[in-house]
């Protein structure tokens, strides 16, 4: 069964410094994957995908994922953290199948110290 | 509107109470998603709509839980005799085409449903 590990429950990094939220994820095959992030009282936005091809995404906001099958691994980076990028960021693996629908993990709750 | 919307975005209903919970998916959107979001946890599957078909609807918890859509448009998800661990977070999301996980989902705000 697909499954995704987010080890990190929060994380609190400062203005200014970078960021890598880890993600490894359960899948027989090639996974789709997702980074997703949720502001509060925001609905979930997706910040970039993978599907096949090179392994490292850009995303909007300025967000890169690098996929690493032989650690099952796809863990999100940004060089330089501003404070409006404190939010919840989920990690989410999805398959064909009649549901089409997206595994998510736990998520991570980012902090920016000032 | 050019996102997905839900109404009511807070709803509070005592134990036993029946409730809906509605979702307004983007505009010709094929695929329609429902979402249960546990407080501290990642949001979980429910159901899914193709058009006006509910092709999977493996993630509902219960038989309590009901979902439709039938005008293949806006989306009605039915708790009955609500229990407390109910308690969540509902999120819908809309895709523009028909199967598969490559197509990007847009969420709505959610509807957070307390059952006292």
């Known amino acids: 069964a697909q499954s995704v590990t987010q080890p990190d429950i929060h994380i609190t990094v400062s203005e200014g410094a970078s960021l890598e939220l880890r993600c490894n994820y359960s899948y027989g095959a090639t996974p789709y994957l997702f980074w997703y992030v949720q502001s509060p009282g925001q609905g979930l936005q997706l910040l970039l995908k993978y599907f096949s091809g090179d392994t490292l995404v850009q995303g909007i906001k300025g967000f890169e994922a690098e996929f690493k099958r032989s650690q099952s691994s796809f863990n999100l980076r940004k060089p330089s953290v501003h404070w409006s990028d404190a939010a919840e960021y989920f990690c989410a693996v999805g398959a064909y199948s009649s549901a089409s629908k997206i595994i998510f993990g736990s998520g991570t709750r980012l902090s920016i110290r000032p | 509107g050019a996102g997905v919307s839900q109404s009511p975005r807070y709803k509070v209903a005592k134990r036993g109470q029946d409730v809906a919970l509605r979702c307004d998916p983007i505009s010709g959107h094929v695929s329609l998603f429902w979402y249960q979001q546990a407080l501290g946890q990642g949001p979980e599957f429910l159901t899914y709509?193709?058009?006006?078909?509910?092709?999977?609807k493996s993630g509902l918890p219960s038989d309590r839980f009901f979902a439709e859509r039938p005008e293949g448009s806006v989306s009605t998800l039915k708790i009955q005799r609500t229990q407390q661990e109910d308690s969540a977070v509902y999120l819908c999301?809309?895709?523009?085409?028909?199967?598969?996980?490559?197509?990007?989902?847009?969420f709505g705000p959610g509807t957070r449903l307390t059952v006292l």
């Open positions: 999301a809309s895709s523009l085409v028909a199967g598969g996980p490559t197509d990007t989902q847009y």
């Open positions: 709509f193709q058009n006006e078909a509910q092709l999977d």
